[in-house]
Every structure is written in structure tokens, then in C-alpha cells.
């Protein structure tokens, strides 16, 4: 039997956190293994684990389906449902409402919700959760930003060799969060299907407001960095697919698109760091960094980011050339951001490290806490068998159709623009899919790599 099974759903985020949590509980005497999302359709890893589970801990849980598509597919009827919950900051509009899709719905709220903050965990119990089962045990990812792991990080030289950028000018870091910029209105028209029509043009103005946004940045970050003679990393969301950029970057030889490696290690080695609306402005602060918010439009009450209020944004070209003479001037940090309403989201202490806690929490869990009652699941395995098995053959078919599509000599007589994004796309997912499950080797040579800070 194992006693934890950590699912994981975006690599560059979220592995060192969980190779600490897992260390900590090998450490402690129990056995831990890892699966990716990208693995939950795997026949080997359902045979692996299916029934051999005692807890399954998740990077986020909403409502019954993700209970039955991720944890009872995977591991069956495990004794508790921990959710590391990886999204806890929203908009205003998001925390306002508690019926929205990111708060825990039907039977997720039974399950036991690691909370990075009092903020957080009180938005939980507003959504259903038991106030016992909504647990502060603080923000795992601000982690390895402790003095602790200060020479965890690659040096500079080290990290700029590695991606072939010039040390003779300073760089700027842009942390993106530009999602849906890289898609066309008759591609959001098409995964929304039968949505409703207000919804259908709410969505597309805003794919417009962010492409208008993305494109006027990018225009604004050229011409900082060849005044000031600068180098541009461009940090693309992990759910972005920065064709925009990518393209800047064919034109632009200071222009770097770079996905790789945890935002943190770009942050503490950059020396200017700017965003849209990314919650990495979060890791700037605990890095002791500044982050400066760019925002050629004004973003409305209802989507900004709750941790950004009263933030100071810099709206025009002429206002981010002010900034940078400014850095120029006297090369000190700004924080812009309120540090009170910081920590009322992240209750992050160096003292007591928030990976610690979590371990702490999923160690007690038999002593303190009630088991995930599946009986009101309703789960029919042999239908549930049949209904799995038809999504993926639908998703197989489709995958088929697109690689085929994508054989070069096929794609080179496709005319239509829309297919030719569509299979663009397929390929970034796939290939992004295939990097994002960690192998064996690189979990071990993190384990190596931690091992060194471990307290």
C-alpha cells in the first residue's frame, strides 16, 4: 500500500514543492510516489494504482467529476482526498462569487483543502468547505524564496550561459499572463460550442483586450530595452501558447521566449522584472524584488487581481521610460504592492516553512480527520468503465486526425487558416504534454539538488 500518491498538473510550478513534501514524508517513514495529469488516461498507471492508495493528494479539486475522472480512475476508493490547491488568488469578481467553477462544489468539499493564507480559507468555508477541513498551512511554492535555499538557484552567469544570453547589457524579466491572446474568435467560438451568446461576446471582446494589451506591451518592452540597451526574457503563462512572442522573437535577436525553469530562478537573477496582471508578482515581493505592472488599458474592477489593489500601474510608454530612469538614477527595489493584504493571502514564515506544514497535515490525517466518503458518489464502475473508454477513443480519433494533419506534406496543401492554428496549436499541447511529466532521472536529481537545503 502506498500512503501518498501526489498528482502534479504543471511541472515548471509546482515540482520543487512537491519533491520537498515528498522528501519530508520518505523522511517521516511513509512512501510517497508522483503522477502527472498528463498520465490519468494511462492503463499502466491505473494498474499501478488503482485500490493501493491510502491518500491522494491533488493540485486542485472541484467538483464530483474530478473526483471520479482523477482520483477514483487512477487509485480507486483512497481513505482521504488532500487538495494542494494550486490557484488560490483570483480576481474580484471571481472571490466575490462562490459559486464560481474555482470554488469546490457536491462532494470536493469534503475533501481537505490546503489554504496558503486567512484569506483564502475564509473564502473556503464561505463555499461549503468545514472550517476543519480548510487548513492553513501556508504557500509551498514561496518555499524555496527563504535564506535557506539562497545558493539553490543558479548564478547568473550559470542561468544566462545555459539560454545563450548576453551578460555585456542588463535584462528585463516580463512575466505573461496573456492566455488567451494566442487565439482567433472562431477559435473560441468553437470550444464554446452551445455557449450562450452573451458569454460567447463577453469572451471574444476579451481575447481582443488582451491581444491589444499583449501587443502593446511587447511594442513598449522593444523600445525600453533598446534605449536603455537591455535583453528581454519573455515569460510565457504555462498555459500560454506565445505564437505572438515567438515570432517578436524571430525578428529581434534580444528577444527571448523562455518557458523553462521556475519563474523564481528568472526573478532573483533578472534586473528588471515587469508584469500584466501574473500573481508571480507574489514571489517578487518574498524575493525582495520589484515587480512594476504594465497596463496600456485599464483593467476593469471585476477582473483584477484581488492582491493588486491599490497598486500603482504604469499606463503609457512615456510612464515606463520614467521607471527605468528611475533604475538608472538610484537602483533600489519599489514595492508597490500591500504588503497587509500580501500576507493575509500568504501566510509564509522562513521559521516554519510552509512544506513542513503540509507534511504535518497529511501525517495526522487518520488521527484528526474523517475519511472521504465515497457513498454518495454513486459511481457504477462497469458504466463509468464504458463511459471513460468512449472519451478516450473520442479524444484518440481526434489526436489521429490531427497528427495526420500535421505531416508536413499535408499540412504544406492546407489552406485554411483556421485548421492550420488548430494543428499549431495540437502540437505546442503535445509537445508541452510530453515535457511536462517528470521522469524518474529528473526526480531524483531533484531530490539530489534539494537535498542540500533540507532542514
Known amino acids: 500500500m502506498i500512503d501518498f500518491l501526489i498528482f502534479y498538473e504543471v511541472k515548471n510550478r509546482e515540482m520543487e514543492s512537491i519533491v520537498l513534501l515528498g522528501n519530508e514524508l520518505k523522511k517521516r517513514g511513509f512512501t510517497c510516489e508522483f503522477i502527472s495529469f498528463s498520465q490519468i488516461y494511462s492503463i499502466t498507471m491505473k494498474k499501478r494504482y488503482f485500490g493501493k492508495v491510502r491518500v491522494a493528494v491533488v493540485p486542485s479539486l472541484y467538483h ?64 461549503g468547505v468545514n472550517d476543519k477541513n480548510a487548513v492553513v498551512t501556508g504557500p509551498m511554492h514561496m518555499d524555496i524564496l527563504a535564506p535557506s535555499f539562497e545558493k539553490y538557484f543558479l548564478s547568473k552567469d550559470k542561468l544566462f550561459d545555459k539560454f545563450n544570453i548576453p551578460q555585456n547589457r542588463k535584462t528585463i524579466l516580463f512575466i505573461s499572463s496573456f492566455v488567451l491572446a494566442a487565439y482567433t474568435e472562431r477559435e473560441i467560438e468553437w470550444y464554446l460550442g452551445d455557449v450562450g451568446g452573451d458569454k460567447r461576446k463577453e469572451l471574444i471582446e476579451q481575447l481582443k483586450f488582451d491581444k491589444t494589451s499583449q501587443q502593446t506591451i511587447i511594442s513598449w518592452l522593444l523600445h525600453v530595452a533598446e534605449k536603455y540597451d537591455y535583453n528581454i526574457v519573455y515569460r510565457p503563462h504555462p498555459a500560454e501558447n506565445p505564437l505572438y512572442a515567438n515570432e517578436i522573437s524571430k525578428n529581434n535577436a534580444n528577444f527571448y521566449v523562455i518557458s523553462e525553469l521556475n519563474v523564481k530562478q528568472w526573478i532573483k537573477k533578472c534586473d528588471v522584472v515587469l508584469t500584466w496582471v501574473s500573481t508571480s508578482i507574489i514571489e517578487s515581493f518574498f524575493a525582495g524584488v520589484s515587480c512594476a505592472v504594465l497596463r496600456p488599458l485599464e483593467i476593469p474592477y471585476e477582473r483584477e487581481m484581488s492582491v ?83 472519451e478516450l477513443i473520442k479524444k484518440s480519433l481526434y489526436k489521429m486526425f490531427l497528427k495526420v494533419l500535421s505531416v508536413p506534406m499535408i499540412r504544406k496543401k492546407i489552406q485554411v487558416k483556421f485548421l492550420k492554428d488548430r494543428i499549431d496549436s495540437f502540437l505546442a499541447f503535445e509537445k508541452k504534454n510530453k515535457t511536462n511529466i517528470i521522469s524518474k532521472s529528473e526526480f531524483k536529481a531533484m531530490e539530489r539538488k534539494l537535498s542540500k537545503y533540507i532542514r
Request: hydrophobic letters at 35%.
Open 64 to 127: 464530483d467529476k474530478e473526483i471520479l475522472h482523477i482520483v477514483y480512475r487512477i487509485a480507486g476508493k483512497v481513505d482521504y482526498i488532500v487538495n494542494l490547491r494550486w490557484e488560490q488568488v483570483f480576481s474580484n469578481e471571481t472571490e466575490s462569487d462562490v459559486k464560481n467553477y474555482v470554488f469546490p462544489k457536491e462532494n470536493a468539499v469534503k475533501a481537505i483543502h490546503c489554504c496558503w493564507g486567512k484569506k483564502p480559507k475564509e473564502m473556503l468555508i464561505r463555499a
Open 308 to 390: 493588486y489593489k491599490g497598486i500603482h500601474t504604469i499606463k503609457n510608454r512615456e510612464e515606463l521610460e520614467k521607471y527605468f530612469d528611475y533604475l538608472k538614477a538610484y537602483n533600489n527595489n519599489m514595492f508597490l504592492l500591500d504588503e497587509e493584504i500580501v500576507l493575509n493571502y500568504y501566510d509564509h514564515s522562513d521559521k516554519k516553512l510552509s512544506y513542513v506544514r503540509t507534511a504535518d497535515l497529511l501525517c495526522d490525517l487518520s488521527a484528526g480527520y474523517e475519511k472521504f466518503d465515497w457513498n454518495e458518489m454513486h459511481i457504477r464502475p462497469f458504466m463509468q468503465e464504458i463511459k471513460w473508454d468512449a
